[in-house]
Each structure stands twice: as C-alpha cells, then as structure tokens.
C-alpha cells in the first residue's frame, strides 16, 4: 500500500506542457447505412486530448493546434475513422456500422472508455436503439434475450415490477447475485424489498433499478465476469451493468426531442380450467361409486361438487327468502374475464445541445400506468428528470455534473395467501359463479354491508369477492431518489489524467399498508350459513414502513499514458476508492391482534393496543480501497492488462478486514497477423482473449455478534409479544454470529474469441468461463435444535461453468435499400454447489416449510426440495393398495433447479426504405418452478388436471408396493377429491420451459426529404409489444414460469399464486426538433 | 502560467492531505460495525419470562390444539376448516415446525442461557431455568420419541444435534429436577417479582412444580420401565416432598399480544371458529351427568344442548353447515368472544398433581390414601370451572366413572379417567399423552375419516420438516402411528 501511495504523488506532481491553438475544422459525420447523420460522434485530435462530439445534425466543430495531423472519430457500433488533416478546414466524415467492433469503443469499469479491441474479456454493449425497441419501462427487462449470458427474469413484466439480472449464473449462495448496476461510474442501489408479510403474502412493489429511465440511457454495457469488473472490487464479484447516460455536444444547436409511447397490457398466461364440476363436494359417506351423492354447499370455494347439468338453479345466501338464480354450467373465461386491459402512457422529452466548451443533456420523463387488475389499485407512476452536463473550466480542467431525481408511487396489489389477496380469492372461484357479475358492490348479493349493515351477501364463506377487496385493501408505495455525480478532471500533461468522482445514491421509499377493520355475519335466511361461524371479521391493520438508504462513492483516479518505441504503449492508472452506505427501516405497524380502534381511519393512533414496532434498524457501512491497473498494448495487436485492489471493510473483523485481489487479461489480434498472409480475406476480424481475476468480498454489517432482541413467541398465527403486561423481556436472537469472519473470494477464468467474416457480414462472439467463489460467508440455517436459526459462517463453495455464443449476420443486403439482420444468443450455464461446511449437505435460500429452495452440495443452485409423490424405479407413481391414492415419499426430494439448462434467442432486424421490423423470440429450456397456483387450484378443483371422471378412478400409471416391496400394477381407483386437495408440495412443481415473442417492433422512420417542408429534424412512430406470446410444454396448465413471488431476490422460480404476467403492446412516437 | 503552478500546487497539497488523513484515519473510519440495534447480552431475568410464555405458547397452543383434537375434547367444527386434516390424522411434518421451533428455539435455548449466565445471584432463576427446561423436555420427548438432548443448544459443537433415546432424554429430566430443587435452596437469589409469570419467583411453589413434574415423569415410564419408576417415586417420597395444591398457570390478558395463545390463533386466524365439541368428550360428561361440561363449552341457544359430532364428522355431508358448540371462553376456546382472551395456560394444574399423587398411592408405590387424593383432585377440578364444593361431593357420589374400585387396577382407570375430564379444554396434550400411557379413557373412538388405515390412530407427533432439512442426523420421518418409547399400553398394529 505503502507503494502504491508513493506512485501515486508521483505521479501527480509532475510537470506539463501547454499545447499551442490554431485552428478550426468543421464537418458532418454521416452513417453509411441510412445516410443520415449521427449525433454523439466522438472527434479527437489524435495523439492531443482535445475533443469534440457531433451534434444532433452530425455536425463537429473543432479547433487543432498546428500540430496536428489527423482526427479520429469514434461512436459506439461504428468503425473508428482516422482522417488525415490536410489545409482544408472542412471534413465531412461517413462511418461504416461495425457490429462487430473492430474499433468499437466501450465504456468499462469506473467510467472508462477502451476500444472494444484491446480488452480481454467479453464486453457486449447495446445502444440505446437496441435497448429501447420493446419500448419496456424497465431497463433491467429491455435486455431480455439480447445478450448471451444475461439470464433476465422479468416477473409480472409490469411496470414497477421485480425484474432479476444474473449474469453467468450468479456467484453467491445466499448473498446477491445480481449484478452491480453503474451509471456514469457510479454504482447505485438494486436493492428488491417486497411487501406483506413475505413471499407467501408478496405485494411486490419492484426493485429499484426500476427508477432508471430506459430513454435517458446512451449504451450499456455488459461486463460479465469479475475480471472485467475488477476494479469495482467485491460488489462486482457478480458483474456489472455499465450504464452510460445521454450527453449533448459541443457547439451543437439545442435540440429537443420529443417520444411517447402507449401501451396496453393483458395478461399472457393463465391457468387452465376444468369445465366439468361445479360449487360443492361429493359426500364422503356415500359409497365409492355411481351412487355417490354431492352436497350444492352455497358457502363453497370447492368445485369439487356435481358435473354441470346446465340447468337453472338456485345459489348462494337467501335474502328475504330470496336467492339468485344461474345455469348450473362453466364460466368458461371466468379467469381472463376478471382482468382489464392495462394502460400505460410513457413520454419522454429531451432537450440537449452545448456551447463552446459546455454541453448539457436534459431529460424528463413521465410513466403512467394502470395494470391489468380492475380499478386503479395497480398504478405506477414515475417521474424522472436528468440532467448531464460538462464543461471546460479551463485549457486544463474539465468538470462534469449528471443528477438523476426520480420520483415514483405506486400501488400494487396483495398476492399469495394473504387475506387481501385478490388473484388468490379469484382463483378460488368455483366454475359456476359469474365472477363480472360480482363488480356491483352494491347488489346485496355480492357486497358487504348492503342488505344490512354488518351483513354480508357474497356467496363465499371461506373467500371473499376479490372486488371487494380490490376497493378496500390497499398497498401503497413514494419513492424520492437522487443519483448522481460530480467529476473533477485535471490534466496537467498530455500524458497525465487525473480523475476525481464523487458519486451520491440516496433515497427513501415510504411505504403503507392497510388492511380494513370489519365483522359481517352472513345475511343469509335459509340456515345455509351460520351467523358465528361464517362470519367475515378483521381487526383491520395499518403499517407504515420506511427505508432509506443513503450511499457515497468517491473516486480518484491518476492515469498515466507513453509510447515506447514505436511499438509499445503503456498506461498506467492507480486509484482510490472510498465508499459509505448508511441505511435505516423503520417498520412500524398497530397492534397486531388488537388491529385498529375505529374502522376506515388508518394512522397508528387509531392502533388497538400497543403500536408494533415491526422493524427498527440502522446500518452504517464504509469501505476503502486502492487500485492499479495496467495497460500494455504492442502494435496495437497484443494487449495485456492486469488490475490489482485491495479493499478494507468495516464489515468484516478488524484482523481480516484487508483484502488484496489481482486480475489479468489479454487479447490477441491474430487477424492482424493473418493479413499480411493470403488465404484468410475472408477473415476481417479475429481476436482471441483470456482472463484470469480474483475478487474479494466482504459481508453485510453486524454479522460478528450474536444479540438479543425484545420477547416474542410465535404461534402459527398470533404471538405473545413483551411487554406482557409491564414485565419486559429479552430472547436469545436467530443468529449466531462469527467474530472470525474472512473475506469471501471469487475467482474466474474466461477464454474467447471475436470474428468477423466476409466484410463483417458475419460475426461471431464466443466465451467459456469457469467462476468459483469460495470461503462464501452464508447465514446458514442450522437445526432449530441448536437453540438458533441460523449460523453465520465462511464456508462453501459455488461454481459457474458455461459458454456464450453469440452470432450475428447480414444475409441480405441489397442496393435497393433491404437489409436483414439476423442475430442469436445461446448460453449454457452450469451452477454446481461444490460444497459447504462439513457435515453440511444443504441450505435453504427461499422457498416456504413445504417447499424449500436449497443450496445442495453436487447439485446446482436454486434445487427445490420437497416431500413429493413416491415413484418406483420404472417412474410410475406409488400408491396405498387400499385407498388408491398415491403415498408421499418419506423424506424430502431434490425435485429441480430454477436454473435453466440453457438460454437461447434469435432475432431478426429487417430494415426496407423507412421501414424497420424488429422481432427477438427467446427460450429458457428446462428449470422448475413451484406452482402454488397449481396447488390452490387443486385444492379447490377448478384446475384442468381435476377434471374428468373423478369417483373411482384409477390413478394414471400407478403401482402399489407389495409385501416384499415389489411393484404391483394398482387397479384400485381413488375419488379426486381425495386426493388432489390434499397433495404433496412436490406435486406443484412444474417445467419451466418456454419460448416467448420477447419483442417485436415495426417503424416508421420519415425522410429528411419528406420532413423538409416541417420543422422537424427527425419523426419515427412504431408499433411495439413485449412480452407477446408464450409457448409452454403441455405439463405447465399454471402460469408464466417468469413470475416470482419472491421479487428478484435469490428465491426464484416460486410463484405462491403471483400476480399473473402481463403482455405489452401499443405504438409510439418519436419527434426531434 | 505562474498563476497555474501555484493554484495546481496548493491543489495537490490539498489531495495529499485528503488522502494522508484518509489513510491514518482508516481504522477510525472503518470502525462503524458495531450493531447499534439490539443488546449483545441478556440478564437472566429478562430471559425467564420468554421462556415461561414460550411454553404458554407451546402448551396452550400447538400443543393444545393436537392434544384437544387427539384427546377427542374438540374437533374440527363444519363451518371451518383450518384443523380438518388433523382431525383426520392427515398431517405432514410441516406442521410440527413451529411447536419444534417454540421448544428449541423460544423455550430451551434461553433456559440454557439462563443455566450458564454468569450474571451473580441468579441461583434461584437457574433452578427455575432447570425445572423449565425440565418440563419442556419431557413434553418435546413425550410428543416426539427421541429427541436432540445432549447435542442440542449448543450449536459449536454439533450443528447437527444428534436424536437422544427416549429414555436417555427422561435420564436428563430427572438430572434436571434435581439441579434445580437443588439452586432453589441457595441464598444467592436475586428477587423476581413479576418477571416470573408463573409464580412470581415463589422457591417454595417452584420446588412444589419440581416435585410434582418428577412424580409425572415418573409414572410416565411405569410400564416400560416399573422398576425405575418405583424406585424414583419411593425416593421421591422419602423426602418428603411438597407438591403443587395450586395450578401452576400464566395468566394472560385482553391486550393484543398478551391473550390466550389459543384465542391469539383464532385472532390471527380472523376469529373463524374452527375449534367445536366432540361427541367423545361431551358423551363422557353426560353419562356422569357432569356439570363441567357446561364451563367447558359454550351452550348453543335456544336449545341449551352442548351440540357436537363425532371426531373426524366435519366433513360429512348430514354435519354441512352445522354449527355445534365450541370450547368456552374459560379455556380461551371461543374465537368471538374477547374474554377468551384471559383463559390462563395450566403448565401443571392441582387436580393433575392430586391425581399423580392418587396413582402413586394406588400403585402401592408411595403412602397415603387413594380416595381422599382422587376426590381432592375432583374437587380442584371443579373449583378451576367455578364449580362448588357440594356439586363436586354430589358428583363424586353418583358419577358413574368417579367409582374408584378397590383393585389397583380399577383405581387407575378413575384416576385416569377423571384427570381426562378434568384436563378438557386446558391440557389437552397431557391427556392424550396420558391416554397413550394408559389406554385411558376408554371410550376414545378412531376419527370417522381417518386416513391412517384401519387399527390405527396418532401416536405421536412427526418431526418437524424444518429438521428433516437442516440436520444431517436426521433420523427419518417415523410414522404418526407408531408409539413411543414409554407407550406399552395401546394395542398397535406393527409398522
């Protein structure tokens, strides 16, 4: 370290030279593709860093000192261009589109910019044309299938929704896994906290990458493994996305800009229906035959009564002797049919430009949206306003601003088995009740309170009408967030950049909660229902949670540059980087049995006893670090460069708080060499790259020490919480901490190649990586019997092995302005855990007491586990000889991962004229998920498996054991009923394969020509869906396999009845001025 | 360009002091990790009350709820259904996990912190922390079998606790009383007060618990072992023990957090009644024309008839719909009324310890007389339902099942018998444990819809799934029919 400081100030305290001025040189830089010109193109000076960027007419204004011999003109996705300066003052530049980034520039860790050439690690980047064609509020969801080895899970697809990004399978066993999101060097908070109680009873109000305006982006770039993100130090041990926000330029005329976009959104996948049985159950005294006699109870949620006869008949509670009358028949589109169509209004308006030596970027934006369920009880809105702007304080200095302010709120939902849960309530809708015809809160018949006060009328006892609930039961969340930066930069010398950031991410998120206090005994008259019994109470409950989370980086950065020779040149950059985070949750909530005094006011002084603090927590967390990196490029063919950081955390005991980690990379131009070779011109481009990189990482705060916290026993619903009456008490807490904590290490290993055939018109992108991550500090669960939870420790290791291919071609071609590029993505990840502690077989990362979600040594991550249905060795199900019914194992099973055993996608850009036809399909193939939905429908018998014969059938490709444990094929029939509502969690476990239309657009792009009468600069409108069709194997009758109930965190896969996701569709506009 | 220098200089100055005070104050800077949100010890004074209302958790609760329907003083009432599946012995081992957690992780954990506190005078707390930890054993064993005992609690040396015999687990109950009748006698107390819920720190009611809770555990192993029993009970004895004349209980109240843990449930569980009378129970009562039956549940008007149906009858398309009576307010059983609230939890009544006392006696293995303990535990019976003494004598003289006999034989039955009547509705898991020891009641039916198979009934609980996933020494799941170590009474069909 000592070092390291010492190289530092020498580097700083060193001479500089000014550089003469002389003259000025203009120029429009246009894309050879479309002719048009291109905004945001960097001109440099080469060998001097004066620069300049091309306005949004293309147009550059630069002034050279004498010296100067050529310019280079750099923009991502384009061939860099070196124009030779000759007397004239005007250089109108085309440059050649370059998917396959030759010369391409990309922005790495902490904000720099490399040319994608020299880097040694796979590094894809999308503009933000690429970005934006689904037009998805999310930028997290926008990248779904168009990278190899990206894995997105987008949930509900909503805006505001849980959307997860694991790069290369993810390195943690209970930590994150996502990866670190960077905006302008700064990384900022991704943090997914859902709501209600956990994920049984899921409100999922979004993770926080969410506040990110996808328009506001300019690239983002992927950086996949450790060894790129390096110099980020522990918190990219997962990778990272390098995001860089928009910029105006120099001399440019302000320009504004102006796009909207409408969507409509419906759900994509719901269950299937039986359409056989109506409300009821078969009696279970009756023989198990023919004879079997059914029971019409009014007060059902059970479909598991008599087949339809379509006749008409009477149901639910008598009201003055009267009850409503329906046809005994399915309600076929009873599910699709309790869903509006959502709408969602996103505009966005950009206004940038620059003066001589400044530049500014204004963005706002706002996003509206009203989601599938009915009402406005699922509305999001966002608010966002970015400013980015740089100016030339002198010949010497360069400062930057780029603050980001976005308010959102919304209101989501109540999900799983909460009480409130609507999209539970609705599926236990039996397949006769006209579920629309429940809307009239005011009929008798379907509301609360209406015949009479404290009465209710629905027909359910056991659930209530999901538009009720709707109406009354409300989740609300305000997020105020401020991100952004300060940089600082110097350059005394030519050769010399010093670099100083100062990053700011903070924000609170205020969230309620309420519940409504009721009591309605049945109205019912005709002794169907019983007033003390089924009666609908709540005591209601209201609670306020709020999180703030406050996080400063700084940066210093001192690079230095020099040529050896003619061949060799060498930078070398040293840095430090200081970062503090402090967080607070304050959960505060009314008494928890005594819920609130007075009905409909929700404050905690209308609590019912002692206010319950639920949760509250502060952290403070600090980490100091320093860094090298080195970068030796020979002929501008070979490159090498190797990082090196050591960090020092507070989190981690003070004797191991140190951590030093180094990485390596390098690539080789080979095609540079095969060139001057005949034979190979069919080759462009070819690079080959390898890395090695170690990453440390320390832990969350307070995990040293084992504590107290205040007495509370919990029942399966209530609890006995201190005080009791006056006399306090203190509990031994859930976990037992470690004081002798070491830091946790990633390392990976790459190897890859680049190329691109026959002028580029093909270009392949391939990687194999290995990541392990060791010595992971886990909060292990241990035995309840050890008198805790869970047991804070180093051990475990998870490693990641997988390829990534990337193809991308331009089949066709033609003069007369048609091209057709095809491009796809294949990614293979292999997660295995290879081990944890000693004696350790498993942890548990999610899940519920049914279903859990491990960790298992030799299996891959994210393994469900669970008590499921016995099956021999030929797979056929085992069950009782005497009942027919299948008999569970007797201990727990590994029943599948969540990971998928592969990602594919393949997309088409189809360009003619104006038009534009983007289509991108991807697939994940093979993963679980556990289905509550599956579960829930079974229990009630509305689900398409619950139909068919039902009393005394026998039970698909079954067997009994006999005496000497030998399968016996089983003719002994069983009652669905039976069985189904009482089945094994294992049972609800379902393939998660699918093959989705990610995305397909269609614009509209008008000519220069057609606009020259107009104002306009630019005007494009399109059509746009997301998320537009599924296609599942015929096992999954369930639900998208992408919904979660969990958010993003690492518990995936889990649908405990998730909100269904939804398609988006709609058309857009896009106007500059 | 002078000008430059000096501003460039004074700026480097500037960074080289930033990053200098950086470094020197790193440690100072990083000093930030310790936790400002909970305490990092505990006296054992704070701790014994969590331990006394975990086991007001678990025995008025979980425990009473599998007890109440087991021992057939409840079933599952039609108009619900959140206890049909354990009505019908249709249980997983998921629904073990919270009693498990309540044991291992609410009661016996801070008992043992409280055993191996340093903090001084605490020698009284520790004895109470013993007995405690006593009791909860010998309930965790006697609805488990084997159970994590010698590897338990202490998750340094094993993060795998290994499963203890049954009778090695009861070795250590005895251990246990032991200790803690012994810390009970110290003089290095500190005072309690309130912070005991159960006896207000009282040594001489606690020694009295620990008498008693060794005579329960006692003939708890007469069958499988009587030889041990005896020999445990006659040097009981011969110490002349006090033993409990009152109930040992807490006391809970109408505030939210502090109810009844059973009507906390039915709170959590949006008031629904799901807990109803059964026919078993409420038979039992009228044939001996019982007027507790109507302090333990609620009347259904206008009939003023104690309506209830056969255990495992919710289901039953003629029961649809039926509303029968539920468990009174008296044992917390009644989920819309609030003064269920303030039923207590009985950890060990007086009735109970009469009726161990009149066993102990009727086995010929302690002195004293048979009727007078067996009539003085029917007398505390009916006193704890507010009953009169006149009522409890008229009772004793008719009752049909309060006819003790002369054998040793018959004695036990009416002692058995009457300490199940007089459990009903407040310790429901002792009843049903003592009826897997005795074969007592008699009358005990197989649910209607049970699903264990013809023969068969609960014979314990099955260990919790959270176990079944985190201990490598698990030892498997053992099914809900096959008895425990101490049970040689109940005639079962072999695994």
């Known amino acids: 370290m000592k070092k390291l400081l010492q190289s530092l100030f020498i580097l700083m305290f060193v001479a500089f030279n000014a550089i003469a001025q002389d003259r000025t040189i203009t120029g429009t830089v246009t894309s050879s593709d479309d002719k048009l010109p291109i905004p945001g193109v960097s001109v440099k000076v080469n060998g001097a860093q004066i620069g300049a960027v091309t306005d949004a007419n293309g147009k550059y204004s630069i002034t050279v000192p004498s010296s100067a011999t050529s310019l280079v003109l750099t923009y991502i996705g384009y061939a860099s261009r070196t124009v030779k300066l000759t007397t004239s003052t005007v250089y109108n530049v085309i440059l050649t589109s370059d998917s396959q980034g030759l010369s391409e520039v990309v922005v790495t860790a902490n904000a720099i910019k490399r040319e994608k050439r020299t880097l040694g690690y796979s590094a894809p980047t999308l503009n933000n044309t690429e970005l934006t064609s689904g037009q998805n509020p999310s930028v997290i969801n926008s990248l779904g299938g168009k990278i190899a080895g990206v894995n997105i899970t987008s949930s509900s697809n909503t805006p505001g ?10 390195s943690s066993i209970s930590g994150n896994n996502q990866a670190l999101i960077v905006i302008d060097g700064v990384p900022i908070d991704n943090s997914s906290i859902i709501g209600g109680k956990s994920s049984l009873e899921s409100v999922d109000f979004g993770n926080r990458g969410n506040d990110i305006n996808p328009d506001d982006v300019a690239s983002v770039t992927v950086l996949k493994g450790p060894a790129a993100a390096a110099l980020y130090g522990s918190r990219a041990s997962n990778g990272a996305l390098i995001i860089t926000t928009k910029t105006g330029a120099k001399g440019a005329k302000p320009q504004i800009t102006f796009s909207t976009s409408n969507t409509f959104s419906s759900i994509l996948k719901l269950p299937d229906l039986q359409n056989e049985y109506g409300q009821g159950y078969y009696d279970e005294v009756g023989t198990n035959d023919a004879n079997t006699t059914y029971v019409n109870d009014p007060k059902e949620n059970w479909s598991w009564g008599a087949p339809f006869t379509g006749q008409i008949q009477e149901y639910g509670q008598s009201i003055g002797g009267v009850r409503l009358t329906k046809p005994y028949s399915a309600q076929k589109d009873n599910l699709r049919d309790f869903f509006d169509t959502g709408f969602a209004t996103d505009n966005n308006l950009g206004f940038s430009g620059g003066g001589d030596k400044t530049t500014f970027y204004l963005g706002l934006n706002s996003l509206n949206s009203n989601s599938t369920f009915p009402g406005k009880k699922d509305v999001y809105n966002r608010y966002n306003v970015r400013f980015n702007g740089t100016a030339e304080l002198s010949e010497k200095f360069t400062a930057a601003v780029s603050f980001n302010y976005a308010k959102s709120n919304s209101k989501q939902p109540n999900g799983g088995q909460d009480d409130g849960g609507i999209y539970n309530n609705v599926l236990q809708t039996p397949r006769d009740m006209p579920i629309t015809d429940f809307k009239d809160l005011n009929n008798p018949y379907y509301g609360y309170g209406v015949s009479s006060p404290g009465t209710y009328g629905y027909y359910g006892a056991y659930s209530k009408n999901p538009y009720w609930l709707i109406d009354n039961y409300e989740n609300q969340n305000d997020v105020n967030r401020l991100t952004g930066n300060f940089t600082l930069n110097y350059k005394p010398a030519s050769w010399l950049n010093i670099t100083e950031r100062l990053g700011l991410d903070t924000y609170t998120d205020r969230r309620l909660e309420k519940k409504p206090k009721f009591s309605f005994a049945p109205a019912d008259d005709a002794d169907n229902y019983t ?28 690079t230095a540059t020099k040529k050896f020779g003619e061949d060799f040149d060498v930078s070398l950059m040293v840095g430090n980087n200081i970062r503090m985070r402090n967080t607070s949750t304050n959960v505060t909530a009314t008494n928890e049995s005594g819920g609130l005094v007075v009905p409909g006011w929700y404050n905690l002084a209308n609590s019912n006893g002692p206010v319950d603090v639920v949760t509250d927590y502060i952290s403070n967390r600090r980490l100091f670090g320093l860094y090298a990196d080195l970068n030796v490029s020979y002929k501008n063919m ?21 951590f030093f980690y180094p990485s390596v990379s390098g690539s080789f131009l080979f095609s540079e060499v095969l060139k001057k070779s005949s034979g190979f011109e069919f080759l462009d481009y070819g690079k080959l790259r390898t890395s090695y990189a170690q990453v440390g990482n320390d832990t969350d705060p307070y995990q040293l020490f084992t504590t107290f916290s205040r007495g509370e026993i919990l029942g399966g619903f209530g609890s006995t919480t201190f005080p009791f009456g006056n006399v306090t008490a203190l509990m031994a807490g859930s976990i037992l901490g470690n004081a002798n904590l070491k830091p946790e290490r990633t390392s990976s290993f790459e190897i890859g190649t680049e190329l691109g055939f026959l002028k580029n018109r093909l270009s392949v992108d391939f990687s194999y990586y290995v990541n392990n991550s060791k010595d992971q500090i ?11 939870g869970f047991s804070v420790t180093n051990a475990g290791e998870i490693q990641n092995k997988g390829i990534e291919l990337s193809l991308r071609g331009t089949p066709i071609k033609t003069n007369s302005g048609l091209s057709v590029e095809l491009y796809g993505t294949f990614t293979q990840n292999r997660s295995k855990v290879v081990s944890l502690r000693d004696g350790l077989e498993q942890i548990s990362v999610g899940g519920y007491s049914g279903m859990s979600i491990v960790a298992a040594v030799g299996k891959a991550y994210g393994e469900f586990y669970g008590i499921t249905e016995a099956k021999d060795a030929e797979g056929r199900t085992i069950v009782d000889q005497a009942t027919g019914i299948p008999v569970n194992t007797t201990a727990a099973q590994y029943l599948g991962s969540y990971n998928p055993k592969y990602q594919a996608s393949l997309g088409t850009n189809i360009n003619y004229k104006n038009f534009s036809l983007g289509v991108l399909f991807d697939t994940k193939h093979g993963g679980v998920f556990y289905s509550r939905t599956r579960d829930i429908m079974a229990f009630v018998g509305t689900s398409a498996e619950t139909g068919g014969a039902r009393i005394n059938t026998v039970f698909p490709n079954s067997v009994y054991l006999d005496a000497n444990g030998n399968s016996v094929v089983n003719t002994t029939g069983y009652n669905k009923q039976d069985y189904f509502p009482n089945r094994a969690d294992g049972a609800n476990i379902v393939d998660a394969t699918f093959v989705k239309l990610r995305t397909l657009s269609l614009g509209y792009t008008f000519t220069k020509e057609q606009l020259k009468s107009n104002r306009l600069s630019a005007l494009s409108i399109g059509l746009f869906g997301n998320n537009l069709f599924i296609w599942t194997p015929e096992s999954n009758q369930y639900a998208d396999p992408e919904v979660n109930s969990a958010g993003a965190g690492n518990a995936q896969g889990f649908d405990f009845s998730a909100t269904p996701s939804v398609r988006n569709y709609g058309v857009n506009v896009k106007v500059s001025f | 360009m002078k000008m430059k220098n000096i501003f460039s200089t004074k700026n480097f100055l500037f960074l080289l002091l930033a990053s200098t005070v950086g470094f020197t104050g790193c440690k100072k800077f990083l000093d930030v990790n310790e936790n400002p949100n909970n305490p990092d010890s505990a006296t054992p004074t704070l701790l014994l009350p969590t331990v006394e209302a975990s086991l007001g958790q678990l025995m008025g609760n979980s425990f009473q709820v599998f007890g109440g329907i087991w021992a057939q003083y409840w079933t599952q009432s039609p108009v619900a259904g959140q206890y049909r599946n354990f009505d019908r012995y249709s249980v997983t081992n998921t629904a073990f996990d919270r009693s498990w957690t309540t044991i291992y992780r609410n009661a016996l954990v801070n008992a043992d912190l ?20 006593a009791y909860t054993f010998q309930a965790a064993t006697d609805a488990f079998g084997d159970v994590p005992l010698a590897d338990a609690l202490d998750a340094t040396k094993s993060s795998s606790p290994k499963y203890d015999a049954q009778s090695a687990v009861y070795d250590s109950v005895f251990v246990y009383i032991d200790k803690g009748i012994a810390l009970l006698k110290s003089s290095a107390t500190t005072a309690l007060g309130e912070q005991d819920i159960v006896f207000q720190g009282n040594a001489a009611k606690w020694t009295a618990f620990g008498n008693t809770l060794k005579l329960r555990a006692y003939l708890r192993i007469s069958g499988v072992d009587a030889q041990k029993s005896q020999a445990g009970i006659r040097a009981l004895y011969a110490a002349n023990p006090t033993f409990l004349n009152e109930d040992a209980q807490i006391k809970y109240s109408t505030t939210g957090g502090n109810q009844n843990p059973l009507y906390n449930e039915a709170v959590g569980l949006g008031f629904v009644q799901n807990l109803g009378a059964s026919a078993t129970a409420v038979n039992g009562f009228k044939r001996n024309n019982d007027p507790r039956a109507f302090k333990f549940y609620d009347v259904i008007a206008p009939a003023d008839t104690i309506s209830n149906i056969l255990n495992g009858a919710s289901n039953l398309s003629s029961n649809s719909g039926k509303s029968i009576s539920s468990p009174s307010a008296l044992v917390g059983g009644r989920a819309n009324n609030p003064a269920s609230a303030t039923a207590p939890v009985k950890l060990i009544s007086s009735a109970e310890s009469a009726f161990l006392q009149a066993e102990a006696v009727a086995r010929g293995w302690a002195a004293g007389t048979v009727s007078a303990l067996f009539q003085s535990g029917i007398q505390a019976s009916f006193a704890a339902t507010n009953l009169t003494s006149a009522q409890a004598a008229a009772y004793i003289a008719t009752a049909p099942d309060a006819q003790l006999g002369t054998s040793a034989a018959t004695q036990i039955k009416a002692i058995i018998t009457q300490k199940y009547y007089a459990m009903c509705g407040t310790q429901g898991f002792e009843a049903w444990t003592e009826y897997r020891r005795t074969g007592y009641p008699n009358f005990l039916i197989t649910s209607v819809t049970s699903v264990l198979g013809a023969g068969r009934t609960p014979l314990r609980f099955l260990y919790p799934n959270s176990e079944a996933v985190s201990n490598g020494n698990y030892p498997g799941t053992v099914v809900l029919y096959q008895p425990v170590w101490w049970d040689v009474a109940t005639t079962v069909l072999p695994n």
């Not at chain 1, 929704?161 to 993810?170: A, I, Q």
């Not at chain 1, 070979?638 to 140190?658: G, M």
């Not at chain 1, 886990?778 to 805790?788: A, V």
């Open chain 1, 161 to 170: 929704s849980s959307s997860r990004v694991v790069l290369r399978g993810g």
């Open chain 1, 531 to 558: 007033a003390g019994s089924n009666s609908q109470v709540s005591n209601g409950f209201y609670q306020i949670s709020q999180y703030n989370v406050n996080e400063v980086v700084n940066d210093l950065m001192v």
């Open chain 1, 638 to 658: 070979l490159f090498l460069e190797a990082t090196a950081r050591n960090d020092w955390s507070s989190t981690l005991p003070v004797a191991n708080n140190s």
């Open chain 1, 778 to 788: 886990l909060s292990i669960p241990i035995p309840n019997s050890t008198g805790y």
């Open chain 2, 114 to 133: 409280i055993i191996k506190s340093e903090t001084p005078n605490s020698d009284n707390v520790k004895g109470i922390a013993y007995i405690l930890k």
